[in-house]
């Protein structure tokens, strides 16, 4: 199984960004595909998560900024992000497990990306 992000990148607050996880060895269509962050000091937290039942979570924060989508055929997960904030700097990962039962718990989450940097300045 791999997981891997890409579209990280430092921009000023405002902007947009669309990361995407590319996968291999998972079937996006049945597994909750997940995205989390970690901020320098800070401990990795949950951003959303796209079930694999069609449900989607977001963390407060992001709600009505960030939108996850995935396509099927291609195998991959994408995170839109808009109107971001300086708090929003962080890693990103991509994340993907089967079953869970805290969505928003990292440790529930089989599979891992290697993440990829968002820098947003103000």
């Known amino acids: 199984v791999q997981l891997v992000e890409s579209g990280g990148a430092s921009v000023q607050a405002g902007d947009s960004l669309t990361l995407t996880c590319a996968t291999s060895?998972?079937?996006?269509?049945?597994?909750?595909m997940g995205w989390f962050r970690q901020a320098p000091g800070k401990e990795r937290e949950f951003v959303t998560t796209?079930?694999?039942?069609?449900?989607?979570f977001y963390t407060d924060s992001v709600k009505g900024r960030f939108t996850i989508s995935k396509d099927n055929a291609k195998e991959s997960v994408y995170l839109q992000m808009n109107a971001l904030k300086p708090e929003d700097t962080a890693v990103y990962y991509c994340?993907?497990?089967?079953?869970?039962?805290?969505?928003?718990?990292?440790?529930?989450?089989?599979?891992w990306g290697q993440g990829t940097q968002v820098t947003v300045s103000s």
């Open positions: 060895g998972v079937t996006v269509s049945r597994y909750s």
């Open positions: 796209f079930s694999w039942t069609g449900s989607i």
């Open positions: 994340a993907a497990t089967r079953f869970y039962t805290d969505y928003a718990k990292a440790d529930d989450y089989d599979y």
